[in-house]
């Protein structure tokens, strides 16, 4: 083991950092320092951009992403106490996904397909009303309001 190595897993260590994220942070370094085929503390903040881009060019989940930003964050700032901005390692930010909108022929189809009347109810309250299901299933008669049509939660 190299001593770059075992002085970050000791700083790790002493900050009391779990035994799974010690693991995980020093094989992501190792992964910069393979592909850059040097010592990352002969790297710089370009290196780390690089690598980056690499990471990003090669699909990698935006977790697996920003885990190595923070392992590369600590080894620079605590490991190796640089200066340089490693406030300009951006962490990756997950694209939002718009949520499938069933039309209305669908929603129709869809009820009228479960057999059983307290079943379609219960989704289509669930449906119209937008509770959670331990929400429906905890619904009384009383939590009901006909003359106003209102349902208390």
Excluded at 1 to 24: C, F, H, K, W
Excluded at 25 to 43: E, G, K, N, Q
Excluded at 50 to 75: D, K, M, P
């Amino acid at each position: 083991m190299s001593p770059l190595r075992q002085r970050m897993i000791e700083d790790l260590r002493i900050r009391n950092y779990a035994p799974g994220t010690i693991e995980v942070y020093v094989r992501l370094v190792a992964r910069f320092a393979a592909f850059h085929r040097r010592s990352p503390d002969r790297l710089g903040p370009e290196d780390v951009r690089t690598y980056q881009l690499h990471l990003l060019e090669r699909g990698t989940s935006w977790s697996i992403f920003n885990q190595t930003v923070c392992a590369l964050r600590f080894l620079y700032r605590v490991t190796l106490q640089q200066n340089w901005p490693l406030a300009r390692l951006p962490y990756g930010k997950r694209p939002k996904r718009l949520p499938c909108v069933l039309s209305q022929e669908q929603v129709l189809r869809f009820l009228t397909a479960v057999p059983r009347p307290a079943h379609r109810m219960a989704l289509a309250t669930a449906y119209a009303t937008g509770l959670r299901v331990s929400e429906v299933v905890r619904l009384r008669i009383e939590d009901i309001d006909t003359a106003r049509m209102l349902v208390h939660v």
